[in-house]
């Protein structure tokens, strides 16, 4: 599905947040063995984190995006210069800890990925305090908060962004302790996994759309978005539930899909499109994720 151009105003159309970024190192490799030297002929190394990722499959796909970051240490300086790289727009909050690198490996004998990603470095008070501030001074059709919760935040630190957001509307996508907070907090998307469904509602295969609805009902949320890997997605609209399926991909790499697909479902919502065809767009941007080597490059 081809969706319509980005219509620009004096208004940058997405804020995204990011309060525990990551240096997102991707390789691949024939075999993986244990104790020998493992050479590989490359390697990309990508600006990471929910937001992030959001933000730079955003302006791929013709919008206007702008990242908030936390970062700090060598490692933050170098997560900046390929934000600026890749020409997209961000405003930096300032933290006392390096930001963390996550290593992301693809065993091609065996097609198995292996993720390592470390917790990250605490946030100060003063440092969360900070970005909240930037949220008042910035102003967006939609702020689009996702991935985890640094240590140090609190678990509503979500639930304080959507009320201090400078946007008309806010998707979250997160997990852990920050998603359990959001229940009943009344953004206007929420994107899960099935995992993530699971855990925030108890949720099995047979009740994947009830509980999606019941998201809605409660106040949890305007709309939910469930990804479901091979099976595709569902999206949840008030008393409607649409499910559509995946498109048949060679996949190369599955980081940042989740984030692709929330970068095509906020931009085709933005645009106006009905839920059956912003899922569709959503599905089309992850399969494009999927696809593609390294972190979100559609």
């Not at 990011?18 to 024939?30: G, I, R, S």
């Not at 959001?54 to 970062?71: E, F, H, Q, S, T």
């Not at 240590?151 to 996508?173: H, M, N, S, T």
Request: negative net charge.
């Amino acid at each position: 599905m081809a969706l319509p151009g980005p219509h620009w105003d004096s208004m940058t159309r997405f804020l995204t947040l990011t309060v525990n970024p990551a240096l997102d190192l991707w390789c691949e490799v024939d075999v993986l063995a244990p104790t020998h030297k493992t050479r590989v002929p490359g390697y990309h190394v990508d600006p990471g984190g929910g937001g992030i990722n959001v933000a730079r499959v955003l302006r791929r796909l013709g919008a206007r995006a702008c990242a908030i970051v936390l970062v700090g240490g060598h490692s933050g300086a170098w997560l900046v210069d390929l934000l600026r790289a890749e020409g997209l727009e961000h405003v930096v909050v300032p933290v006392g800890a390096a930001t963390r690198i996550s290593f992301d490996l693809l065993e091609a004998s065996g097609h198995r990925e292996y993720r390592i990603v470390p917790d990250g470095e605490p946030v100060s008070a003063g440092e969360a305090a900070a970005a909240l501030a930037v949220l008042e001074d910035h102003a967006a059709h939609w702020l689009v908060a996702s991935g985890s919760l640094a240590p140090g935040l609190p678990d509503d630190f979500y639930r304080q962004v959507a009320a201090r957001k400078g946007a008309a509307r806010v998707a979250v996508d997160c997990s852990g302790r920050g998603l359990l907070a959001l229940r009943g907090a009344g953004i206007d998307l929420l994107k899960l996994s099935r995992g993530e469904l699971a855990a925030l509602t108890g949720a099995s295969a047979e009740t994947l759309g009830a509980c999606a609805l019941a998201l809605v009902r409660d106040g949890t949320a305007r709309m939910v978005a469930v990804t479901l890997g091979e099976q595709g997605a569902v999206l949840a609209v008030g008393d409607e539930l649409v499910r559509l399926p995946a498109r048949p991909v060679e996949v190369r790499s599955t980081v940042g899909a989740g984030d692709a697909f929330l970068a095509g479902l906020v931009l085709a919502l933005d645009h106006g499109l009905d839920a059956a065809a912003a899922l569709a767009g959503a599905i089309d941007a992850s399969a494009a994720a999927l696809a593609s080597v390294g972190t979100a490059r559609p």
